[in-house]
């Protein structure tokens, strides 16, 4: 079963504090994505992972860091959130490179206060 | 600048009637152009997808039209149903170095 799953689902968290979303995803894809969207902006791409310890930022990687060590999980890291990064995150995965299916996970509503 | 450009930002229609959604963009090296569409409170999905090599692809109601030389596409939705009420994301790619660039959206609300 082809799945991308994230946790947690929301999220509330104070102005300074730490947040980790974490993604998990079953088919063995090299290519893992973190992607925010807001109303008005589209999607907008975060990160990007190629492989283990192998990630590059996207558009708008400031404020944000990865981590990627095993294939199946790819982090989200916010070290001191910002009321500006409140989102929906989504992560995906995708065969190879993006000249392949995206698959989406359900997305992370975070709600910085 | 956005490199994904998509009109209109919202498009309303009958059922029945043709929807035509419209997407340019910028990067003359982009050369896979995937519509996702997106469901309210649901994570965007696949719907379809064109490379260069074809100006014209087909699955069932859903057709993308393709101009290289004009870095234009289009998506019609023929024969428009209420379950086909959705945004719908053009998207450009296909460099392994890059992830996928989204245009903004186009809000399609198809009324019975």
């Known amino acids: 079963d082809m799945k991308v799953t994230q946790m947690p689902r929301y999220l509330i968290k104070r102005m300074g504090e730490n947040v980790l979303l974490e993604c998990g995803q079953d088919?063995?894809?090299?290519?893992m994505y973190w992607y925010r969207q807001d109303p008005g902006l589209g999607l907008q791409l975060i990160y990007i992972?190629?492989?283990?310890?192998?990630?590059s930022e996207g558009d708008i990687p400031k404020g944000y860091r990865v981590s990627r060590k095993k294939r199946e999980h790819f982090s989200l890291i916010l070290d001191s959130a910002k009321t500006n990064q409140t989102s929906v995150y989504f992560c995906?995965?995708?065969?190879?490179?993006?000249?392949?299916?995206?698959?989406f996970g359900e997305g992370s509503r975070l709600i910085v206060v | 600048q956005q490199q994904v450009r998509q009109s209109p930002q919202s498009l309303t229609v009958w059922e029945g009637e043709t929807a035509i959604l419209n997407c340019s963009y910028e990067?003359?090296?982009?050369?896979?152009f995937p519509w996702y569409w997106q469901f309210p409170r649901e994570s965007p999905a696949l719907l379809i997808a064109i490379r260069p090599v074809s100006n014209k692809k087909e699955d069932g109601r859903f057709t993308i039209f393709f101009n290289k030389r004009e870095k234009k596409l289009s998506l019609h939705i023929t024969d428009s149903q209420p379950g086909d009420s959705a945004t719908y994301f053009c998207?450009?790619?296909?460099?392994?170095?890059?992830?996928?660039?989204f245009g903004l959206g186009t809000r399609v609300s198809v009324f019975p």
């Open positions: 992972s190629y492989d283990v310890d192998s990630n």
């Open positions: 998207a450009a790619g296909g460099n392994y170095a890059q992830g996928l660039t």
């Open positions: 088919m063995s894809h090299e290519t």
């Open positions: 995906a995965s995708s065969l190879y490179d993006s000249g392949n299916t995206l698959y």
């Open positions: 990067d003359s090296t982009f050369d896979y």
